[in-house]
């Protein structure tokens, strides 16, 4: 049924880079014999997955949407996939991005912008734009994502469908191709809490090849049923002033109206240092990206340029004509802030907000179970919109990249339409570690 899917829709909407038709059908034939066999019990068994393209995947083609990956195949598999396939799922192909996942939109992709699958005029959001339209437009059951900055969030409420960041450290970054490693999470999007909820238990694993992994309990299917009467919701007023679409807020206020029914006790508060998130974002992430591609330099893996020059000029032309612009502007961006002079100034200074972000989040969920919010200023913008504008682009992700500087999990779930037919995502944050709150007050809403 997904096949069919993709091949009536794929064409237009390019939510994959790569599909694997061959490879899921006779896999799936073995999986069914060994469900009929009761050697696969999981609630997943059997059901299809995309997987984002820069999640690792033995022996298949994971390009991150960039040039300079266009001929790489992993000689392993993220634990993320290694966790999926030990469920018993079956892996359809790899989904479109943002280059490296830098960006909101999947414009940034080498191969070829995705479109919405609601209006094919707009983007799906990003950068994990391929894996949210595929779950939207059918092409795909559940979808693996990853969040630096709200890129799991903020596309999973351009298109409509449910997604999640857990807290950082819950799902294995082993195979994940680094964008900022202190910010990095892998997270399942799905049609519904139910969905989502069950694949963030197949998915999250201790491992001991990520050294920020973290061993908890993972119980988050069993918790999407539990009572919320008596949570306590902060909403904070800063999320609601000004540059926030007025049906986005409407869309919000509706909801945490209807958990107020189910019993919640609701309360607005300040939450603090909402202006100074984005600039930290782009400051610790980019510093964190200049890095980590450090590594993408035509010797290891990957595209080489054909003509150069010894040594030097081998690594500056493979990685000029590798790297996209949006790439590049962080890889000069991030030199800029640790480079010497420059640190003291901007790198550890946004260290020193992240740290007091982190404070300000601590004391609110000292007083509060979640904190709701929109997941993005704007439903879908149109194609080309915020693409000669890149600092109105970074201003978009106002309401999620402060979860991942304090490693808070976070879901994005869909309530509704706005007058042009495109969905409206609510956000749902919850302190470290406390998932159940924020799933199980998504599925009040959903
Ligand atoms: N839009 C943000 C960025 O470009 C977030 C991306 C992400 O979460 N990967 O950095």
């Known amino acids: 049924a997904s096949f069919e899917q993709i091949e009536k829709y794929d064409e237009q909407l390019n939510c994959y880079v790569t599909t694997l038709k061959e490879d899921a059908l006779k896999r799936s034939e073995e999986v069914q014999k060994r469900i009929d066999n009761n050697e696969l019990t999981g609630l997943l068994a059997g059901v299809p997955i995309a997987v984002k393209d820069n999640i690792c995947t033995k022996d298949v083609l994971t390009?991150?949407?960039?040039?300079?990956?266009?001929?790489?195949?992993?000689?392993?598999?993220?634990?993320?996939?290694?966790?999926?396939?030990?469920?018993?799922?079956?892996?359809?192909?790899?989904?479109?991005?943002?280059?490296?996942?830098?960006?909101?939109?999947?414009?940034?992709?080498?191969?070829?912008?995705?479109?919405?699958?609601?209006?094919?005029?707009?983007?799906?959001?990003?950068?994990?734009?391929?894996?949210?339209?595929?779950?939207?437009?059918?092409?795909?059951?559940?979808?693996?994502?990853?969040?630096?900055?709200?890129?799991?969030?903020?596309?999973?409420?351009?298109c409509g469908v449910t997604g999640m960041k857990p807290t950082y450290g819950t799902v294995s970054r082993y195979g994940l191709i680094a964008y900022g490693s202190s910010l990095d999470q892998i997270g399942p999007v799905g049609k519904n809490v139910a969905d989502v909820a069950a694949l963030a238990d197949v998915?999250?694993?201790?491992?001991?090849?990520?050294?920020?992994?973290?061993?908890?309990?993972?119980?988050?299917?069993?918790?999407i049923n539990e009572d919320i009467k008596g949570l306590k919701i902060g909403i904070p007023r800063d999320y609601f002033s000004e540059g926030l679409n007025e049906e986005v807020k409407q869309a919000v206020m509706n909801s945490v109206k209807e958990l107020e029914k189910c019993g919640a006790i609701v309360e607005e508060f300040d939450l603090s240092l909402v202006d100074y998130a984005i600039p930290a974002y782009y400051v610790i992430a980019s510093a964190e990206a200049s890095s980590n591609l450090s590594r993408f330099d035509g010797v290891k893996?990957?595209?080489?340029?054909?003509?150069?020059?010894?040594?030097?000029?081998?690594?500056?032309?493979?990685?000029?004509?590798?790297?996209?612009?949006?790439?590049?502007?962080?890889?000069?961006?991030?030199?800029?802030?640790?480079?010497?002079?420059?640190y003291d100034a901007y790198y550890l200074k946004a260290l020193r907000t992240k740290a007091l972000i982190k404070e300000s989040y601590d004391k609110a969920f000292a007083k509060y179970d979640v904190i709701i919010g929109p997941a993005a200023p704007t439903t879908a913008l149109k194609i080309g919109e915020s693409?000669?504008?890149?600092?109105?682009?970074?201003?978009?992700?106002?309401?999620?990249v402060s979860a991942n500087l304090a490693g808070l999990p976070g879901i994005s779930v869909p309530v509704g339409l706005d007058k042009a037919g495109l969905p409206i995502g609510v956000q749902i944050l919850g302190d470290c570690f406390k998932e159940n709150n924020i799933l199980k007050t998504a599925k009040k809403i959903e």
């Not at 998915?203 to 918790?223: H, L």
């Not at 693409?387 to 999620?400: C, E, F, N, V, W």
């Open 63 to 158: 390009t991150c949407s960039s040039k300079i990956l266009e001929n790489y195949y992993p000689t392993f598999s993220a634990t993320a996939v290694e966790n999926i396939e030990k469920e018993g799922m079956i892996v359809l192909g790899k989904t479109n991005m943002d280059e490296f996942a830098m960006g909101s939109t999947t414009e940034t992709s080498h191969y070829g912008i995705t479109r919405n699958p609601w209006n094919t005029d707009r983007v799906p959001g990003g950068s994990s734009g391929g894996s949210c339209a595929a779950v939207a437009a059918a092409e795909c059951f559940t979808a693996l994502g990853s969040d630096t900055g709200g890129s799991i969030r903020q596309p999973s409420s351009f």
């Open 203 to 223: 998915i999250s694993s201790y491992d001991k090849k990520d050294s920020t992994s973290v061993k908890r309990e993972y119980a988050f299917y069993d918790s």
């Open 301 to 342: 893996y990957g595209f080489r340029a054909p003509e150069y020059e010894g040594l030097h000029n081998m690594y500056k032309k493979t990685r000029s004509e590798g790297f996209g612009s949006e790439v590049k502007r962080r890889i000069m961006l991030g030199s800029f802030v640790l480079s010497s002079g420059y």
């Open 387 to 400: 693409l000669s504008d890149p600092i109105k682009m970074y201003l978009g992700d106002i309401y999620t």
